[in-house]
């Protein structure tokens, strides 16, 4: 079944199966190719955390900002390559946030990257949660380009077929409590932290599979699809909240593991429970199968 069918006969609000079953596909087609056609090159500028950018993130961020203005669904859209929100249409119903190339230092090495979307209803999402979302999805370019979806009535896999079209590959995917794999990101941390090395070497212990590559994007996607797992990623003294970005990774990945069944937290706090701040924050995560998930929040200092 085609993605928009999918979200039409799921019951989907027009304008929200609109945004998720035409809009973001359009621009996940468009950066697909985009990725296909180019290298690791660099842009020659920085983004707002003065990373170097590559020119395919400039140009995916560029895809999408241009899908969201023309679509006229779009309030406000807040991008991780971009310092401020933009606001687009007053009569907007959405604000779209989003990254539009997560993991893009692995394109190089040509390892699976992704984008991630979170839409908020109304404006400005600063003094909102995470749990005010009312879609996340996030897209995978590797072998095949996939797309996750949640539109808050569980969590959907599509397949890009040759035709451009997303058909739906798994039906509610869902996450078991217990995880059989793990994915420590910043094993820095554990360097200083002895409650991390700990954490980790438990899992070594334990006989779990390590399945990590750098990429939050394939590193959770894995998750999803084998149906269970762990991904960490905490802060530490360099980093005290981590790296990545509650607003742009962190909230849409939550609300659509949420809706798998499994859990995400900061160590204290459901991520989807935390104020959004500003548009840059960032937060420590803990996210995959729930037990887990609990565990951690207890054994962490
Ligand atoms: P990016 O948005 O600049 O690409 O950074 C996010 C990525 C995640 O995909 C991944 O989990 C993390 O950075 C890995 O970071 P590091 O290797 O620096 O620990
Ligand atoms: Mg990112």
């Given amino acids: 079944m085609k993605l928009l069918e999918f979200l039409q006969k799921s019951g989907c609000e027009a304008n929200l199966a609109r945004l998720m079953g035409e809009i973001i596909p359009r621009t996940v087609v468009k950066i697909s190719d985009a990725i296909g056609k180019q290298g690791g090159e660099l842009a020659g500028s920085e983004n707002v955390y003065g990373e170097k950018q590559l020119a395919l993130d400039v140009q995916a961020n560029e895809i999408v900002v241009d899908e969201l203005k023309k679509s006229g669904l779009v309030e406000r859209l807040a991008s991780e390559e971009l310092e401020e929100a933009v606001a687009v249409k007053s009569s907007g119903q959405f604000t779209v946030v989003f990254d539009p190339l997560d993991g893009s230092s692995l394109v190089d090495v040509n390892f699976a990257v992704g984008s991630i979307f979170g839409v908020y209803p109304g404006g400005n999402p600063i003094g909102k949660t995470g749990d005010d979302q009312v879609a996340a999805a996030f897209a995978v370019y590797g072998p095949h380009t996939t797309l996750v979806i949640t539109t808050k009535k569980g969590t959907h896999e599509f397949r890009l077929a040759d035709n451009e079209e997303f058909y739906l590959t798994r039906e509610n995917l869902r996450v078991a409590e217990d995880?059989?794999?793990?994915?420590?990101?910043?094993?820095?941390?554990?360097?200083?932290?002895?409650?991390?090395?700990?954490?980790?070497?438990?899992?070594?212990?334990?006989?779990?599979?390590?399945?990590?590559?750098?990429?939050?994007?394939?590193d959770l996607n894995h998750i999803f699809l084998k149906g269970n797992g762990i991904f960490t990623y905490p802060g530490y003294s360099k980093a005290p909240d981590g790296k990545l970005r509650l607003l742009f990774e962190c909230n849409p990945m939550a609300l659509l593991m949420e809706q798998a069944g499994g859990a995400s937290s900061d160590g204290k706090t459901r991520i989807l429970a935390k104020k959004i701040t500003e548009l840059h924050q960032r937060t420590p995560i803990y996210i995959g199968s729930k037990k887990t998930v609990e565990q951690i929040e207890n054994y962490l200092s």
């Fill in 179 to 218: 995880s059989k794999h793990f994915a420590p990101g910043n094993l820095r941390a554990a360097a200083e932290r002895e409650d991390y090395l700990k954490l980790v070497n438990e899992w070594i212990k334990n006989g779990l599979t390590l399945r990590y590559s750098g990429g939050m994007v394939p």
